[in-house]
């Protein structure tokens, strides 16, 4: 390339730059209206915002949210608010939204697909605080964990379990999970078998467990304690005892009434058979 070329290349761009630096004084006038209005904009938007979070957080901690979910929701309504109120600045300076919108839709994208485990367990914590099939304090069964709720998180819940372990479940496998809430009614049945031999009296080991029952003083009377034959074993008959109790009495009359009713049945001479192998000799003589 000729010097003299590059000469009036380097000279036009040195004009072009000296007319942009000499048109940013005009440019700022010009648009100083639309850039006030923005910075208006913003401040005002910024001040809304906060003002609705600040509502909904009284709102909410009038319901029964858990507290870190309830700081977590007013947190994401203000970064909403606050997007939407940058947004409105931007439009008013003529920034096209239609790239913005783009760029912002992507990047969701990119997001949701990286973080698809998180975000489903997200939605797994919204569904558990505005369905509540449970929750903090109520004692549950669930993934096969028996124990009390302590936490329902964003992303886990908190089980305390009645053997003095603390387990985390992911809010995803909550909302897909059968869910067993024993503390949704105020009472619950005590489900409880003992075996006597066939060689006992049904009818007198039958008066021995309801004369146990009668002197259990946290058993319910209604609905009324039922005693029937289960089923013929191999080698005993089986009798079911149902017995109602408040939930909190459940595990404490559990054992009461298989201890005392061990200790009955001895008492009586009820026989409770236990596993034989009997072994027979043939003389081939």
Not at 109 to 130: D, E, H, K, V
Not at 168 to 196: C, D, M, Q, S
Request: net charge neutral; charged share 20%.
């Amino acid at each position: 390339m000729p010097y003299t070329h590059i000469y009036a290349v380097k000279a036009a761009l040195t004009e072009n730059t000296s007319d942009v630096i000499t048109d940013i004084p005009g440019y700022l006038k010009k648009s100083l209206p639309l850039i006030v209005m923005a910075l208006v904009i913003l401040a005002v938007g910024f001040l809304i915002s906060k003002l609705i979070a600040k509502i909904v957080g009284k709102a909410v901690s009038k319901s029964n949210v858990n507290g870190a979910a309830k700081s977590f929701l007013v947190s994401l309504i203000k970064i909403i608010l606050y997007i939407a109120v940058v947004i409105m600045a931007l439009s008013v300076l003529n920034v096209p939204m239609s790239s913005i919108i783009t760029i912002l839709g992507a990047a969701g994208l990119a997001i949701s697909l990286a973080l698809q485990s998180c975000l489903s367990n997200l939605s797994g914590g919204f569904i558990i605080l505005f369905t509540k099939p449970f929750t903090t304090g109520d004692i549950i069964e669930l993934e096969e964990t028996v124990g009390t709720v302590r936490d329902i998180g964003i992303f886990y819940t908190k089980i305390a379990t009645f053997d003095g372990k603390t387990v985390f479940i992911p809010n995803g496998k909550v909302t897909e999970a059968k869910i067993i809430n024993y503390t949704e009614t105020p009472t619950r049945r005590v489900e409880l078998h003992f075996n006597i031999s066939y060689s006992e009296d049904f009818v007198k080991a039958k008066e021995v467990i309801l004369g146990v029952i009668a002197a259990e003083k946290l058993i319910i009377n209604e609905p009324e304690p039922i005693v029937r034959m289960g089923a013929h074993g191999s080698s005993s008959v089986s009798v079911d005892v149902l017995v109602w109790v408040k939930n909190s009495d459940f595990l404490t009359v559990r054992y009461n009434v298989t201890e005392a009713v061990k200790a009955a049945f001895d008492r009586s001479g009820i026989e409770i058979p236990f596993d034989q192998l009997d072994i027979h000799v043939k003389d081939r003589k």
